[in-house]
C-alpha cells in the first residue's frame, strides 16, 4: 500500500507525452515520477528516470514480439489460438518477468480472447504493472517469481526496474510455477510462455518441465551475456533441445515455435 500511496503521490494525470516529445523531455522529470505516455498499445504509466520507457519502446517501437512477418510461424500460432478457442478453452499467455505490462498488453492485443497471467516478483513493478492492466479484462497478476518448484526467492536490485534478479532464499517473495500460473484461468489452456527473468530461466527449466509439451510457443530472453560463467541458459537448451520446435531468433530473444 505504500508503494501504491506513492505512486498516486507522484502521478502527473495529465502528462500525455507523444515518442517525440518524451525523447526529448523526459529527463526533466523528478526521479520516479508516474507519466502517463502514448503507445500503439493505448496509454501507459511509466516512471521517469527508470528502465520502464526502454521496455515500452522495445515492445511497441522495436516490436521485439511480432512474429507477424514470419507468415508460417504466425499461422501457426494463430491456428492454435483459433483451436483453443473452438474447443471452448481459454488460451493462456504466461508473461514471466512482466516488468509494467508492456509484453502483457501487447499479447493481449495480438490475441484479444486470451487471457494474460503477468507474474513480476518486483513490488514496485507490480504496482506499475496493476495500474497498466488495471481497465484490461482477463490479466491477472502475480506478484511472485517463477521458478521449476515452488519456494521463495530474494530480489537482487542494481537500480532498474528491468534488471531486478532473483534468487531463491528460505523466505521473501514467493515463487509459482508455469503450471500454477496457467491455473488461475477458469478453463485455461497454455498457449504461449513469455520468460525474460534475468537468468532464473536457470532455475525454471531444471526439472518439472512438462509444461512446454503444452505450449505453442516459449519466447525466452537469454542472459549468459549478463552472467557470464553461470550458464543459465543451458538448462533450456537441453529442454528444449529434446522437443520439436522451430527456433527463430528475433532481437534479444528466442522463440521456440511448435
Known amino acids: 500500500m505504500a508503494i501504491l500511496n506513492r505512486v498516486r503521490d507522484n502521478l502527473q494525470d495529465v502528462a500525455d507525452f507523444g515518442p517525440t516529445?518524451?525523447?526529448r523531455h523526459f529527463g526533466r522529470l523528478r526521479k520516479n515520477r508516474i507519466v502517463k505516455v502514448r503507445t500503439p498499445g493505448g496509454p501507459i504509466y511509466v516512471r521517469a528516470g527508470d528502465s520502464d520507457i526502454s521496455a515500452v519502446r522495445q515492445v511497441f517501437a522495436k516490436r521485439d514480439y511480432d512474429v507477424s512477418w514470419l507468415t508460417a510461424a504466425s499461422r501457426r500460432m494463430q491456428g492454435r489460438y483459433e483451436e483453443i478457442i473452438a474447443l471452448g478453452g481459454v488460451p493462456v499467455v504466461v508473461d514471466a518477468g512482466a516488468n509494467i505490462g508492456a509484453a502483457t498488453i501487447w499479447f493481449k492485443q495480438q490475441y484479444p480472447k486470451a487471457a494474460?497471467?503477468?507474474?513480476?516478483?518486483?513490488?514496485?513493478n507490480a504496482e506499475v504493472l496493476r495500474m497498466?492492466?488495471?481497465?484490461?479484462a482477463d490479466i491477472y497478476v502475480l506478484e511472485a517469481a517463477i521458478g521449476s518448484e515452488n519456494?521463495?526467492?530474494?530480489?537482487?536490485?542494481?537500480?532498474?526496474?528491468?534488471?531486478?534478479?532473483?534468487?531463491?532464499a528460505t523466505s521473501g517473495i514467493p515463487i509459482v510455477t508455469i503450471d500454477d500460473a496457467v491455473g488461475k484461468v477458469p478453463n485455461g489452456v497454455p498457449f504461449i510462455a513469455k520468460i525474460d527473468i534475468e537468468g532464473f530461466e536457470r532455475d525454471l527449466f531444471s526439472a518439472n518441465t512438462d509444461w512446454i509439451?503444452?505450449?505453442?510457443?516459449?519466447?525466452?530472453?537469454?542472459?549468459?551475456?549478463?552472467?557470464?560463467g553461470q550458464y543459465t541458459s543451458v538448462?533450456?537448451?537441453?529442454?528444449?533441445?529434446?522437443?520439436?520446435?522451430?527456433?527463430?531468433?528475433?532481437g534479444?530473444?528466442?522463440?521456440?515455435?511448435r
Open 21 to 23: 516529445i518524451l525523447l
Open 116 to 124: 494474460v497471467v503477468a507474474v513480476e516478483p518486483d513490488p514496485g
Open 213 to 228: 509439451d503444452s505450449m505453442a510457443a516459449v519466447i525466452i530472453e537469454p542472459h549468459d551475456w549478463m552472467l557470464q
Open 132 to 136: 497498466n492492466v488495471a481497465n484490461l
Open 235 to 250: 538448462p533450456f537448451q537441453r529442454a528444449m533441445g529434446l522437443r520439436d520446435f522451430e527456433m527463430l531468433h528475433i
Open 151 to 168: 519456494g521463495f526467492v530474494s530480489l537482487i536490485s542494481e537500480g532498474l526496474g528491468w534488471a531486478v534478479q532473483t534468487e531463491r
Open 252 to 257: 534479444e530473444n528466442i522463440f521456440y515455435i
